[in-house]
């Protein structure tokens, strides 16, 4: 009985059907460790923030400031995404405060370099394009010129996690 493909819903039926056969013949895991042989050591919440405003700093020196970077436990399961990035407008004693914040979901932790970056890259866009549009996934593509690449390595990665479980120790 075939797997539910759920990361790759969207993707050609030829290019699911290449996947299945790689998870019928337990070989998903073998293909990425391959191609991505390790896990990235940002480990914590501080390490995050740190790696975030670096790319931040190098690609979108002008955007809006980022006020919390963090890995998120709870992101996975109760909003179905990867990465938050939440814009929080507050009024104060007659002032508008507001703040970006960028929440990494959890089981990046563990992931290779190449997928975090994804998801950062992904999160950095939404301060200058707030919709999936043309101009967020140029932007993306501008930090990240294999990003769509990466995208879908890392849909790969999530169906090896439902499946089988964790590659990276």
Wanted: hydrophobic share 40%; net charge positive; proline share 4%.
């Amino acid at each position: 009985m075939p797997t539910r493909l759920k990361y790759l819903s969207s993707y050609a039926p030829q290019l699911k059907e290449q996947v299945q056969g790689m998870v019928d013949a337990k070989t998903l895991d073998q293909f990425l460790l391959a191609k991505y042989p390790s896990a990235h050591g940002i480990k914590n919440d501080a390490a995050l923030r740190d790696h975030v405003m670096a790319i931040k700093h190098q690609y979108l020196k002008k955007s809006a400031p980022l006020s919390k970077v963090v890995y998120d436990g709870k992101i996975h399961v109760i909003n179905n995404a990867l990465g938050l990035h939440k814009y929080i407008a507050r009024v104060q004693g007659g002032k508008i405060k507001s703040k970006n914040e960028i929440r990494i979901a959890a089981v990046f932790k563990n992931a290779p370099q190449e997928f975090l970056d994804m998801i950062v890259v992904h999160e950095l866009a939404h301060l200058k394009e707030k919709e999936h549009n043309k101009a967020f996934y140029q932007l993306c593509q501008h930090m990240l010129p294999d990003y769509h690449q990466l995208e879908f390595d890392m849909r790969l990665y999530l169906t090896q996690l439902d499946i089988a479980g964790a590659i990276y120790p």
